[in-house]
């Protein structure tokens, strides 16, 4: 069952949502050649703190993993997908991209946003990639209003993507989120016309995520249980927002002010 939130819980949720803009703003001012992706996780666990949430990573066990989920971050790294964990040893490259996603939890309501930055100067191709990506987030965000289907929502992202001809990973996708990170529903990337989800209700909160590739869609997760890469080794871009669905237009809690 979908919940619709109270005027009181979108209260919270908007300051969650601003608490992990912050955790964003830090972020984009670290991103830069020789940090190691410990140090990225150490600014956004006390940035998090610092505004009296908890991150909601951090000890999270997923259904799919034999361990909880051991950082406050993940941060991925070119052809990582999603779920990277931070670690002293990955120092980020001039070049690089890094898909950083980061929850935190204020009052026992959950924001949730991801966004890939370029680590220094990064090549033509990555630059679209990330600009696709992006463009795709948007697109989906302006399709969650009341009244519409799921199903429209994920079928904005496909059509960027194919219009892009980028590869889209479509095992996971975006959910619902409130007193829980993972609410129902699950929003796919792409369009299943035999699930195409509920309608869409105001007072619903729900994070959009698409992740495109510049190669193919195909991804596994390596040996450690969490980490997702694509199978040709290409790089792969991830942007998300929570957002409220509302009587007029869809409220992004997570934007960056």
């Known amino acids: 069952m979908v919940k619709r939130k109270s005027k009181h819980e979108l209260v919270i949720m908007r300051k969650a949502g601003q608490i992990v803009a912050e955790v964003h703003k830090a972020m984009k001012e670290a991103v830069k050649p020789g940090i190691s992706t410990y140090d990225l996780d150490k600014i956004a666990y006390d940035v998090i703190h610092q505004n009296g949430a ?5 000890n999270y066990q997923a259904h799919f993993a034999d361990t909880p989920y051991p950082a406050t971050i993940c941060a991925s790294i070119n052809n990582q997908v999603v779920h990277g964990i931070p670690s002293k040893d990955v120092i980020l490259k001039e070049g690089d991209i890094i898909s950083i996603d980061v929850g935190a939890t204020y009052h026992g309501m959950v924001g949730d946003s991801a966004w890939t930055y370029p680590v220094g100067e990064i090549s033509d191709d990555l630059k679209r990639l990330l600009e696709i ?3 795709a987030l948007y697109a989906a965000i302006n399709k969650a209003r009341d009244g519409h289907m799921l199903i429209e929502v994920s079928g904005a992202v496909e059509d960027v993507a194919n219009e892009a001809g980028l590869g889209i990973v479509s095992q996971y996708g975006g959910h619902g989120v409130g007193s829980e990170m993972h609410e129902e529903p699950f929003i796919f990337n792409i ?5 195409p989800g509920p309608m869409l209700r105001s007072g619903m909160t729900i994070a959009i995520e698409p992740m495109l590739n510049l ?11 969490w980490t997702v890469v694509t199978n040709d080794g290409k790089p792969s871009a991830h942007f998300e927002h929570t957002i409220a669905v509302t009587e007029s237009e869809p409220e992004i809690l997570t934007l960056v002010k």
């Open 191 to 195: 369009r299943v016309p035999s699930n």
């Open 54 to 58: 908890i991150p909601s990573f951090l």
């Open 133 to 135: 990506t992006e463009k």
């Open 215 to 225: 190669g193919t869609g195909d991804v596994h997760t390596e040996a450690d249980g």
